[in-house]
């Protein structure tokens, strides 16, 4: 899908059905106003035959979500092999099933509901796993920072239609490669997950962008999938960057037109662009227009 120059291997669709809907209401001056609103719809996940969550999302890629989910929070093992994903439609149910048993009682019975959007939970020790991971050291240059963040602000999105979503973005070097939206950032972050496993994409060289806070969660889901630098137009929680820097993860954020602020992973950081230059290009491409 493209948008602009930008060639997505998936993108938003504003106009897919049931995303979204037209309601009317009154603005400011009581006249009548119709705007779309975006649709929120239950998911229930089982994995194998063990129901594990349900889900507030809007409904787009469950197959990616599950498999992320799953992924993000231990419950899929690195060798563990998926057999099939099952989504039914109107039960509004996803089953992942995998070739071996799996049991998950004593980590449902730890639950910890996060700081997300839409009431994010985890499972089990949040930090199980992180104690000896480093991250692998690929650089991040300021001018694919800058690049990236044109293209994915200018991309038609379900944001730009409705609002009240967030988006995130798996991105290599200066292009934006997948760019998925849901009601919290943390399923946002599991349908990039969820595709990531069904692709067997390399996390190693990647970066991921979010419209979402850098909390503790973000991080360590970022850890998890094993990619290297988080991006943020938001800001971020003490905790966020602790764990960032435990695992050597670029942590940047505030980025707002040529601003950012990197709090963790300078190191690094290639500042190959200034902020000066990049807003005289910008101000000139858009003189031209």
Not at 80 to 105: A, C, K
């Amino acid at each position: 899908m493209q948008s602009g120059d930008t060639t997505y291997l998936i993108a938003p669709d504003p106009a897919r059905p049931r995303l979204t809907r037209r309601v009317t209401g009154t603005d400011q001056t009581g006249a009548a106003q119709e705007i779309s609103v975006v649709e929120e719809r239950p998911l229930t996940i089982y994995l194998n035959g063990q129901e594990i969550v349900t889900a507030m999302t809007i409904g787009d890629y469950p197959e990616y979500l599950a498999l992320g989910f799953l992924k993000n929070q231990g419950m899929l093992r690195d060798g563990e092999t998926v057999t099939g994903v099952d989504y039914d439609e109107e039960l509004e149910v996803v089953v992942v099933r995998t070739d071996s048993p799996t049991t998950h009682e004593a980590k449902l019975a730890k639950k910890t509901r996060t700081s997300g959007c839409a009431v994010g939970t985890v499972f089990g020790d949040m930090m199980e796993g992180l104690e000896d991971l480093r991250l692998p050291g690929s650089e991040v240059r300021v001018s694919w920072l800058y690049g990236l963040a044109k293209a994915i602000n200018t991309t038609p999105s379900l944001y730009l239609e409705a609002g009240a979503i967030h988006g995130t973005v798996l991105c290599q070097e200066d292009r934006p490669l997948v760019y998925m939206e849901d009601v919290g950032r943390h399923n946002a972050v599991d349908k990039i997950a969820g595709w990531m496993l069904s692709e067997g994409a390399d996390p190693a060289d990647k970066i991921l962008y979010t419209t979402g806070r850098l909390t503790s969660e973000m991080v360590i889901k970022c850890a998890h999938m094993g990619i290297p630098a988080l991006v943020s137009r938001s800001g971020f929680t003490a905790w966020g960057v602790e764990i960032a820097e435990q695992v050597d993860l670029t942590l940047i954020g505030r980025m707002r037109g040529e601003r950012f602020t990197c709090l963790a992973g300078e190191h690094r950081l290639i500042r190959d662009a200034s902020p000066e230059a990049a807003g005289t290009d910008r101000r000139r491409r858009s003189a031209d227009v």
